[in-house]
Protein backbone atom coordinates (compact mmCIF):
# COMPACT_ATOMS: atom_id res chain seq x y z
CA UNK A 1 0.00 0.00 0.00
CA UNK A 2 1.84 3.19 -1.07
CA UNK A 3 1.01 6.54 0.52
CA UNK A 4 1.12 9.76 -1.13
CA UNK A 5 1.30 13.29 1.47
CA UNK A 6 1.50 16.75 -0.09
CA UNK A 7 5.21 17.77 0.86
CA UNK A 8 6.23 19.76 3.48
CA UNK A 9 3.43 19.51 6.25
CA UNK A 10 2.90 23.28 7.22
CA UNK A 11 1.77 23.37 10.53
CA UNK A 12 0.73 21.79 13.78
CA UNK A 13 -2.88 20.64 12.15
CA UNK A 14 -0.90 19.32 9.31
CA UNK A 15 0.75 17.13 11.54
CA UNK A 16 -1.53 15.76 14.07
CA UNK A 17 -3.77 14.54 10.80
CA UNK A 18 -1.35 12.56 9.33
CA UNK A 19 -0.09 10.78 12.74
CA UNK A 20 -3.64 10.18 13.47
CA UNK A 21 -3.80 8.73 9.19
CA UNK A 22 -0.81 6.65 10.31
CA UNK A 23 -1.80 5.22 13.37
CA UNK A 24 -5.34 3.87 11.52
CA UNK A 25 -3.41 2.48 8.62
CA UNK A 26 -2.15 -1.33 8.37
CA UNK A 27 0.82 -2.50 10.90
CA UNK A 28 4.14 -2.34 10.14
CA UNK A 29 3.48 0.79 7.10
CA UNK A 30 4.63 3.89 9.63
CA UNK A 31 7.82 3.56 9.49
CA UNK A 32 7.94 3.32 5.55
CA UNK A 33 5.53 5.99 4.90
CA UNK A 34 7.39 8.33 7.41
CA UNK A 35 10.83 7.73 5.48
CA UNK A 36 9.22 8.07 2.04
CA UNK A 37 7.71 11.19 3.29
CA UNK A 38 10.59 12.48 4.43
CA UNK A 39 12.64 11.51 1.04
CA UNK A 40 10.08 13.05 -1.09
CA UNK A 41 10.63 16.10 1.10
CA UNK A 42 14.12 16.69 0.14
CA UNK A 43 14.44 15.54 -3.50
CA UNK A 44 11.52 18.60 -3.70
CA UNK A 45 13.79 20.89 -1.73
CA UNK A 46 17.00 19.71 -4.12
CA UNK A 47 15.39 19.70 -7.50
CA UNK A 48 12.82 23.14 -7.08
CA UNK A 49 14.65 26.16 -7.68
CA UNK A 50 12.06 27.43 -5.33
CA UNK A 51 14.49 26.33 -2.55
CA UNK A 52 18.14 27.93 -2.33
CA UNK A 53 20.52 24.02 -2.80
CA UNK A 54 18.30 23.53 -6.18
CA UNK A 55 18.95 27.22 -7.05
CA UNK A 56 22.69 27.15 -6.21
CA UNK A 57 22.96 24.05 -8.11
CA UNK A 58 22.27 26.11 -11.36
CA UNK A 59 25.46 27.67 -10.65
CA UNK A 60 27.78 24.98 -9.85
CA UNK A 61 30.89 25.79 -11.59
CA UNK A 62 30.57 29.84 -11.13
CA UNK A 63 32.50 31.93 -8.93
CA UNK A 64 30.79 32.93 -6.44
CA UNK A 65 31.55 35.41 -2.94
CA UNK A 66 29.50 33.52 0.03
CA UNK A 67 29.37 35.83 3.02
CA UNK A 68 28.60 33.87 6.74
CA UNK A 69 27.56 34.95 10.12
CA UNK A 70 30.48 33.73 12.52
CA UNK A 71 30.27 35.42 16.11
CA UNK A 72 27.96 38.24 15.25
CA UNK A 73 30.34 39.19 12.03
CA UNK A 74 29.92 38.50 8.36
CA UNK A 75 33.17 36.49 7.09
CA UNK A 76 33.69 36.82 3.53
CA UNK A 77 34.98 33.72 1.45
CA UNK A 78 35.26 33.59 -2.49
CA UNK A 79 35.67 30.68 -4.72
CA UNK A 80 34.34 28.43 -7.58
CA UNK A 81 30.76 26.87 -6.44
CA UNK A 82 31.77 22.85 -7.08
CA UNK A 83 28.89 21.04 -4.62
CA UNK A 84 25.37 22.15 -3.17
CA UNK A 85 23.62 19.41 -0.43
CA UNK A 86 20.49 19.67 1.23
CA UNK A 87 22.53 21.72 4.26
CA UNK A 88 25.87 22.98 2.61
CA UNK A 89 27.73 24.10 -0.09
CA UNK A 90 31.62 23.03 -1.06
CA UNK A 91 34.23 26.12 -2.45
CA UNK A 92 37.00 25.34 -4.02
CA UNK A 93 38.92 28.50 -2.86
CA UNK A 94 40.05 31.20 -5.17
CA UNK A 95 43.87 31.56 -5.72
CA UNK A 96 44.30 28.65 -2.85
CA UNK A 97 44.77 24.81 -3.10
CA UNK A 98 41.60 24.71 -0.16
CA UNK A 99 38.03 23.43 -0.33
CA UNK A 100 35.61 24.70 2.10
CA UNK A 101 32.48 22.94 3.27
CA UNK A 102 30.04 25.54 4.42
CA UNK A 103 27.18 25.00 6.66
CA UNK A 104 24.20 26.56 4.82
CA UNK A 105 22.38 27.98 7.94
CA UNK A 106 25.30 30.59 8.69
CA UNK A 107 25.18 31.60 4.63
CA UNK A 108 23.49 35.02 4.99
CA UNK A 109 24.83 36.35 1.35
CA UNK A 110 25.77 34.48 -1.64
CA UNK A 111 26.93 36.14 -4.56
CA UNK A 112 27.41 34.77 -8.15
CA UNK A 113 30.17 36.80 -10.34
CA UNK A 114 29.60 36.73 -13.86
CA UNK A 115 32.26 36.39 -16.67
CA UNK A 116 31.96 40.21 -17.74
CA UNK A 117 31.63 41.58 -14.06
CA UNK A 118 35.49 40.38 -12.88
CA UNK A 119 37.31 43.38 -13.76
CA UNK A 120 34.39 45.47 -12.28
CA UNK A 121 33.99 43.41 -9.05
CA UNK A 122 37.03 44.70 -7.03
CA UNK A 123 38.56 41.60 -6.55
CA UNK A 124 41.05 40.68 -8.53
Do not use: Q, W
Amino acid sequence: MEHNFPCPITGEKDLKYYEDYLKKSENGTESRVTVERASKCNDIRLNDTAYMPAFLNTMVGKLVRVESLIGGCLESRIGILLNVGADYIVLKLYRGCSTMICEASSIKYITVIHDNDLNKSGLF
